[in-house]
């Protein structure tokens, strides 16, 4: 466990203004927290977002390069420059980018600033994924069956394990992760060429050849779990949400709490979660990622950042995840124990992309007209607005949109009324297929796997 911070400590960790690492929805939604919390904002952009309503909103705008990702976010000695020249004592990563970069937070903290989020070690602890799994057994947290090694260079050894775990098998990579460098295995026959071809991916991909092997469950369900750390060895868990409607490995529609899971299964995972985070003394927020297949949990990964899908966390636990992320960053405890933690109702999460409902290619171009939903229970994080132009650089989600009812029946009919209502003219986006995906029967009755959507979508094309 991590050791407190002495009184020294504490005291250099205060920080009145904030510089936001970030762009788009994440950028507004960490203003709003800074604004509540009393702290000035900083704001970066690339030459493509010098325009964003979002960036005039902070106290200081400072634009660190072009338009391209590698040139101003991902651009490390840029944005610890611009946090020196505004006077920033810390730097919130969001998610993406830098945010799960285990060297950006070791500069950051190095160059006497605090980053908002877990230390190097426990980044890159669970930034990769055979001394995560480690890490997870030795806390009790349950893994999906398969070796906490890297895989040998002999084929013969990678044959023993493979039948050892028994077909089918997934192959992934170490520092893997958005659903790239992995491959299933159904036969034998596939397995070298399978590992051959996930070497080069992560190798190209990653930056290492590291490969791990396990089983591949076939019809399971994406079950993630919040925590949220200070550094006094403080944690909490925050209920559960089921992220399994996925289009290739990338999440369209989240709910919180997962259906049909019961207290007794969910609660011992919740606190084996709590127990890792202890042993790694890790701070800020987390999430566990679960397959869930048969009334059992496997560990998958864990992401040492906030996420896209935060809010339906938020909507049912009550707790203001972006808040207390900073708070805890700043040195603050914990103002939530476990035994408050109370989840209630239920709530949906839809992400918005510009993006062909069909084909999915990204759409660029003006947004020309737009009208969002409002009302009691309806929530919607973005940074677009009439006039706003979707630039061709960078990932395609421009909003979310978040309900919240007293039940999922009540949550799906709100929803559906929220997406109704919701129009984006000047571009395409995925509303077609959202409001499709929730008039679906399947869907509607809960606890579909992670195939549903892809196979889902499969029928709509051959129909």
Known sequence: MAAPFDKVGLAERRFDTV????????????????RELGLKMVAICSEADRQATYGKMADRLLCIGPSSAARSYLNQDAILLAARLTGAGAIHPGYGFLSENAAFSEAVEKAGLVFIGPEASSIATMGDKISAKRAMIL????????????????PASIERIALEIGYPVIIKAAGGGGGRGMRVVPEAGSLHEAIALTREEARQAFGSPAL????????????????????????????HRDCSMQRRHQK?????????????????????????????????????EFLYENDAFYFIEMNTRLQVEHPVTEMTSGVDIVRAQIEVAQGFRLETAQDDVTCIGHSFECRINAEDPES????????????????????????????????????????????????????????????AATRIEGISTNLPLLRALFDDEGFARGGTDIHYLQQWLQHRRAA
């Open 360 to 419: 999915f290619l990204p759409s660029a171009g003006t947004i020309s007209d737009l009208a969002l939903p409002e009302g009691l229970g309806i929530r919607v994080d973005t940074h677009i607005h009439a006039g706003y132009r979707i630039s061709p650089y960078y990932d395609s989600l421009i909003a979310k949109l978040i309900v919240h009812a007293p039940n999922r029946a009540e949550a799906m009919v709100k929803m559906r009324e929220a997406l």
């Open 19 to 34: 510089l936001i690492a970030n762009r788009g929805e994440i950028a507004v939604r960490i203003q709003r927290a800074c």
């Open 139 to 154: 806390a009790g947290v349950p893994c999906v069956p398969g070796p906490d090694t890297a895989l040998p260079d002999d």
């Open 252 to 288: 369209v529609v989240e709910e919180a709490p997962a259906l049909g899971i019961s207290p007794e299964i969910i609660k011992p995972v919740g606190m084996a979660c709590v127990e890792a985070c202890r042993q790694i003394g890790y701070r800020g927020v987390g999430t566990f």
């Open 212 to 239: 791990y092997m396990e089983k591949f469950l076939q019809h399971p369900r994406h079950i993630e779990i919040q925590v949220l750390c200070d550094i006094y060895g403080n944690a909490i868990w925050l209920g």
